[in-house]
């Protein structure tokens, strides 16, 4: 385990194989071992580094509640860690929200940019969840929105068949801080990347599992139609978290686009 003190912050990360630069980011509903299984794969091509957003693993905060607080705190790792403006970042989720505001704010200190399961901000009907997640993790503790958390992540079928990997994904967002769970979670309710995506100009690869009910396929159309010169991968069956549910869907659509 690493730690990295950026300001008030305590960063948790982790840096694997050898290679061109690739940083990954997780989402909201887990944290940095949501790429266990393709961390080796990824490794074995590229100089990986994944880290814990403030609240899970061993990452703390403060943090302000907005996602343009989260892109500037991963803008201030990347140039802490001296990560070269040739690096790639992957974003799944809220990770993918905080990529695009990162592109958006940032675009020039990294290269390519992968949008996985996520979108330029939440319609009204879609906060609400997000809203009721935040005050049952804060009011409650973690263990009060888990298996919502899990309906988020997977597929109901996939849910049903993959008992252990469910275990899994429950346990480690168990041990999350709740108040900064729900800090992240209502920083979603107040971005609205919309107006800005045409600023982005990093070379983008939208992934979209299309059984996503989390940030439903919608979002990441919005993601294709804005971002200028952008590309869009779906992948049919498939929920909020691909590299757990299909690694080799997700590697093979992310894979070729980081190594053209």
């Not at 630069?21 to 990824?42: C, G, K, Q, R, W």
């Not at 399961?117 to 005050?135: C, V």
């Not at 709740?178 to 990347?193: E, M, R």
Request: negative net charge.
């Amino acid at each position: 385990m690493a730690i990295l003190q950026v300001g008030e912050n305590q960063i948790h990360y982790e840096q694997v194989g050898e290679g061109p630069n690739l940083f990954l980011l997780p989402t909201l509903l887990a944290e940095m071992s949501v790429y266990d299984d393709v961390i080796d794969d990824l490794g074995s091509q590229f100089r990986v580094t994944r880290v814990n957003f403030p609240g899970f693993g061993s990452s703390s905060g403060p943090i302000k509640q907005s996602i343009e607080a989260y892109a500037d705190l991963i803008a201030e790792i990347i140039n802490m860690l001296s990560l070269p403006a040739e690096t790639n970042i992957i974003g799944n989720g809220f990770g993918g929200f905080v990529a695009g505001t990162l592109a958006i704010r940032h675009g020039h200190i990294f290269n390519k940019l992968i949008l996985v399961d996520s979108g330029p901000g939440f319609p009204e009907a879609a906060k609400e969840p997000l809203r009721i997640l935040a005050k049952k993790a804060s009011e409650g503790g973690m263990t009060e929105i888990l298996e919502a958390a899990i309906k988020r992540m997977f597929p109901e079928e996939f849910i049903a068949s993959n008992p252990s990997l469910v275990a899994t994904r429950q346990n480690q967002l168990a041990q999350a801080d709740p108040d900064l769970f729900a800090n992240a979670a209502l920083g979603l309710t107040s971005l609205d990347n919309r107006p800005k995506l045409g600023e982005i100009r990093n070379p983008t690869l939208i992934v979209v599992g299309l059984a996503d009910e989390t940030t439903p396929p919608a979002l990441s159309y919005e993601l294709h139609a804005g971002i200028i010169g952008s590309k869009l991968i779906e992948l049919p069956g498939v929920g909020h978290c691909p590299q757990l549910q299909n690694p080799r869907a997700f590697l093979d659509a992310v894979v070729p686009f980081l190594r053209s």
